[in-house]
């Protein structure tokens, strides 16, 4: 009897000691590193793998973002098999709307929105960090800013007067979607916060091919100086402009392409320029718009962004026999920001003050680079705004600006419109999951 | 945890007290029968609370000594067991045992230690016996035999490849994101049911279209097991049964009882099937005319040359029917058994080997499986036995390359395109031209393609139950389970260089490689307490722990060199890993109380935390309880009209675990320019997800007329799934695009009714007849997101739709113009009832046939294979014009879809299968000492089908065993079988 007591006992004592010795256990996961790790405290490989993966991100759905505007304002036609949309909601075909769950904008929103995630979760992984010093600290925060201001801008750009959200580091609790205004004066001043970071800032770590040049503290700090700008002529802030193009990389002299870009590779997990198509071909094809071609002056070396094709490519009553050449391979970097829209910038910050005769000057620069003569026209503001849009048309073709210059200077009217019944679209809607 | 103590310290009192077992002992033996005289072996004679006993020789004979006063119990699968004073037991005792229709005394698993008799059975549980499951009509694998055998499921092959693949949900939807399928324990052993992909998807790239599923249908692993091996089969069904297997027991728990020895003579026994497969049905293709050719181009130039084509075509005589050369192939099947048992008073064991080998319908497909089982039981002295069981699989299927794919390469797909006036077969010198209508050539995929899944899997399980203290009114026993079920998957999947589709990536090799362990064990205390013949009190109590460690490693090598599958052969190489990993821990405690074996009562709690939750800490509670009330064995009723009449009910609860993963949120990589990059993941972690949550309410009664003869068993449940998992659309400024949520709740209500029959019980005929019924009906109870759409392609061409006060299997879509605007209800994936009927009837002892009917009524598919013919201008009513309008039929469907309706995609795809007939004659009177008997029989498996389904099978899931299965894209075609069988035993 007693031994079976015993026995019993030592049973118990199993149970017991078995689930004492297996108190709590956590797998964590196993596949790929979580956020919440890298927010405890992250190394700096942790944190430069975040900017890679910015900076990767960054080129998600770009494509698509340089189809959707540069489609809507008519700089080129995109025609898809696989999608009809590309020639119906987008140009307004009859009655046909652009759609809150269109793929054109919720793509390129989301994308951006998660480069946005990963550059809140670079700043708070760096602020959380003890193994980075202060300066070090204070290079990662102004890059991830300056990165989130221009990710925003670019859903901006879409959205427009139906606006975008800033604030949305917490998903549970996201800010309000801010009107247009109170929207790109958030950006402007989260530029302005980014330069104050990377005054001062130790930069370690290293950055793609694509910011040659500019990839130390005081470059980084031009590259924002150059994004700013940008943001003041959309604010028709024209001594602002001038201001932050006299810190950037602004050379009136220098290359045009100096600059910022967004770079691709055959390398394993890289990505091919999504908005490269080889010439000639069925299908899936860019195309010139015509207009492009009828409205070029002679000799302007630009027309080499509007290859002659083979043959002509017709789709739902539109048709061009041009393709689009700007990005001529699939490794072809994709600008950012460069010197060309940085001079284009200084003209028409100078049309506006007004300083027409550096306006002109600049103009020049940019025309003699083309191969053409010196402008000719008349020097008045009116005049000069026609002709800076016309050089920023041809300088910047299906590089995302053309729709957004017409609206911005209240021109969308004069776009052609090819078909009876066709619209042009000033904004793009808010996606459906945002409401 | 106080609980445990208070019952721990009850169980001691228990034990403490004084215990006598002293008697003078006496031998006693006879022969036992059946109701005809017929010799049974192998029952067993058992002394009540001890474990003394024996079982009956090949002549129905036993023998032992037992103490003088003891009961004696005989009992017998099948049979009613008796319980007998020995007094009045002598040598030479003639005992007659009564069949046992409603399976009574059937012996069931109701908690993890302890069992309960069917009578006295708080749920309807049910059970799939060895004759059932095997002994009709063989399917090839072990899933595909449960098909139509269980009341309460909706039981689905996902597509007709080689190597099995169903989906198994009982009593309705209990889960849209997380596991569906139930829980598989195998002699104690949680079996891994993983499907793991071979990748195929990087050659279909079927996920590129309108679902991100990459729909490459493997096949699920529990088809490894070897139907042969299993004896019965158990399927508890819902959590008010299952509470006690805690957050595993959601989608229902199948207990499944492999063979074991029995003292007595050795015992040999061999069989050999051989038989053929054939294709179930064919769709026909389109027979094309010089005008119809000629249609297939609007280019006029294009035109003419397509009638010249079909003219020389015709003239040549190659007009093919390439469905037919790819499906309407002959596949032969073997299969060869050797089993062994036999054992003395101390041990015993089961052994078997087997190996199947089976060719598909489609050249170059099949499936092979060999197996080694070996069940040892050992006494080590009168308290303490162990068993083992230990078993050795190996599995090959080669399923070819069918379904969903965008890139043209599957052979259904490439069929959809082709032509029958075009010519697909090699040249003399074994080049194959290409095809002109699609990406690939069928006939040369199916020549140089492969795609093979081999599996070698181990699993063994251990079981130890030591009687710790007996007293004549309490026994205290200690059970011990537990085991390992281990395999390595090797996906193979070979597209040479020379394929049409192959162009661009020259070669591409696709090879996985998966290692799942799985351990887990039950450590329990069992106390039985009878402190009268009226009373009787069972508690048991313990700890359970589950492990499982999954790794699968996928490469895909493309420009691989020519002759060459290794990947380190590519130019290109591709790799992702997955891993998953889990714990879970139990504490269990459940009491049983039987009053004058009439009333019983169970009430049970399991305690459970897992790794898989938010928080990996916290217990989960889990209780269950349950009732049982016998009229006629209370007295309540006389036994008149009534022969058994049993009230019960039972309540229980159970869990389903988010999906692993979905607690974090994630940094997937992203490189650029040759740096390592990470960006979050677009599905956002939840670290507060909680496991879906079940509970289960079951009633029902059970009686018997007619002297046992006819016996019915109804029941009704009502099951809740609250806080069930949904991937939910996100604000996308949040960063993420989707992330899971405990969305809402679910509800599932059905009725299940069993009939038992023995029409005819003569001695030269004897017919007996189960007849079962069920329906069951899901409801969205609450859902805190807006509708989601899900499981299919999209409404336009019908998808499944998550909505509030919905069925859950609902099926929705645009029906333009019609309905110009939103979406309508066009069906739902729920039969409206099942049916089926086994019957067995024997003439003379020794002809049987056997027959499984099942009928599936109603029930939705989306059914896109015809139009995916339709485009591809080869459906075989194309040209047809059924309604008459002047427009055929294939222009005609297509135009209903760009006007922008699913409603001919919805279709019925209710059936009345005859699943399983078989045809046995047994000779038992054999010259000689060495053959005791000869069983031979032909069995035909799925041969007869009545269904208006359009499609190749109404059985499909194109998405594999998840939630959505029916539905239809272009699936390797259901086969039927025919097999001659010998079993000699020795």
Redesign the interface.
Known sequence: MKKLINLYTLALLLIAASLATSCKKEYGNLNSPTVEDYLKNASKDQLNGLISGALSGMRNNEGTYLDAVSVVGREIYRFSNADPRFVTELLGSGSTTLNNTGFYITNPWASRYRVVKNCNVLIEAATNSTQISAEEKKGYTGFAKTLKAYELLLNLNLTYTNGIRVEVADPNNLGPILNNTESITAIAALLDAAKTDLAGATISFTLTPGFTGLADAAGLIKFNRALAARVAVYRQQWSAALTALNESFFDLNGSFNTGVYSVFSTGSGDQLNPAFFPQNQAGEVRLAHPLYVTNIEVNDDRIGKATLRTASVSNSGLSSDRDVWVYTSSTAPIPVIRNEELLLIYAEANIQTPNLTAAVTALNKVRNTHNLPDYSGAVTQPALIDEMLKQRRYSLFFEGHRWIDMRRYNRLATLPVDRTGDDVWTAFPIPLTEQ | MRNLMNR?AG??CI?LLPCYLLAQEKTISGKITDGNGVPLPGVSIAVKQTSMGTFTDAEGKFKLTVPSNASIIISFTGFKSQTIKAESLQTDTQLKLEEDFAKLDEVIVTGLATTVKRRNLANAVGTISSKELNGVAPAQTFDAALNGKITGAYINANSGAPGGGISVKLRGVTSIFGNTQPLYVVDGVFMDNTATSAGLNAITAAAAGGNASTQDNPSSRIADLRAEDIVNIEILKGASAAAIYGSRAAAGVIIIATKRGKQGKTKISFSQDLGIIKVRKLLGVRQFTEQTAGSLSSNPATSAALKQQFRDAQAAGKIYDYEKEVYDNTGFTRNSVLSMTGGNEKTSFYFSTAQKKEDGIVNGTGYRNTSLRLNVDHRINDNIKIGISTNYINSSADRGLTGNDNNGVTYSISLSSTPNFIELHPNEFGAYPANPFGASNVLQTIALMRNNENVNRFATGFNVEAI??KGEKST?K?IGRGGVDFYNLVTTALFPRELQFQAVNKGTSIQGSTKSLNTNYI?S?VNTFNPSDKLGLTTSA??T?ENGDFNNLLNVATQVAPGQSNVDQGGAL?AQ???????N?G?FIQEEASLNDAVNLTAGVRFDRS?NNGD??KFYVYPKAGVSVNLTRLGVMDEGFFDNLKLRAAYGQSANFPAF?SK???????????????????Q??D?NIKPERQTEFEAGIDFSVLKSKLNFELSFYNKNIFDFLLLA?????????TKFVNAGDLRNRGVELGINAQPIASKNIKWTSSVNFWFNRSKVTKLTIPPVILGSFGTSLGSFQIEEGKSATQIVGTDAPAHPSGLVVLGNQEPRFQMNSFNEVTLFSKLTVRFLVHWKNKGDNVNLTNLLNDFGSTSADYDADANGNGVPDGPERIGGFLGGSARGFVQNSGYLRFREIGLYYTFNKIPGNIIRGIRTGISFNNFITITKYAGYDPEVSNFGTGFSTGVDVDPFPASKRAMFSVTIDF
Do not use: E
């Not at chain 2, 890993?577 to 714990?583: A, V």
């Not at chain 2, 659309?729 to 695009?737: K, R």
């Open positions: 721990i169980l001691l034990l710790l203290l205290t200690f450590l205390l313990g700890i722990q591709s890993q997955f891993r998953n990993k889990f714990q821990q504490i790794t990996a800490a993963g974090f949120t994630t940094l997937v990589a992203s490189n650029i320019a040759g740096t390592q990059g990470s960006i979050v993941n677009i956002g972690g670290p659309t996100v604000p996308a400024s949040s960063g993420f695009s």
